[in-house]
Nanobody, 125 residues
Framework: QVQLVESGGGVVQAGGSLRLSCAASGRTFSGFPMAWFRQAPGKEREFVAALRWNGGGTAYADSVKGRFTISRDNAKNALYLQMNSLKPEDTAVYYC??????????????????WGQGTQVTVSS
């Protein structure tokens, strides 16, 4: 059974940093696209960042470019999101997502097969 488990969320003041982790089990996602999405209360789930297939680079939402960094550790089958210079508008539940095919959009939630349960990030002003 495939599982994605996020951790690292919490409450932080504006301007602070957090590092989210996503531990995958049940299969390896090495080389396959993985991504972070977020969902604020009353809003739709939105794309944050993605790692394309190995060697394919990264993609970020305009709202987080220059502040967030996505990375992976294939040996640990894990995905990370380093979040710096956090703003109150970054407050949301953050989800890890993965899939086992290379084609398709990196920013559309429907393109991802596997999802974690989410971790809450709250940024106070």
């Amino acid at each position: 059974q495939v599982q994605l488990v996020e951790s690292g969320g919490g409450v932080v003041q504006a301007g602070g940093s957090l590092r989210l982790s996503c531990a995958a089990s049940g299969r390896t996602f090495s080389g396959f696209p993985m991504a972070w999405f977020r969902q604020a209360p009353g809003k739709e789930r939105e794309f944050v960042a993605a790692l394309r297939w190995n060697g394919g680079g990264t993609a970020y939402a305009d709202s987080v470019k220059g502040r967030f960094t996505i990375s992976r550790d294939n040996a640990k089958n894990a995905l990370y999101l380093q979040m710096n210079s956090l703003k109150p508008e970054d407050t949301a539940v953050y989800y890890c997502a993965a899939r086992t095919y290379y084609s398709g959009s990196y920013s559309e939630p429907n393109e991802y097969t596997y999802w974690g349960q989410g971790t809450q990030v709250t940024v106070s002003s």
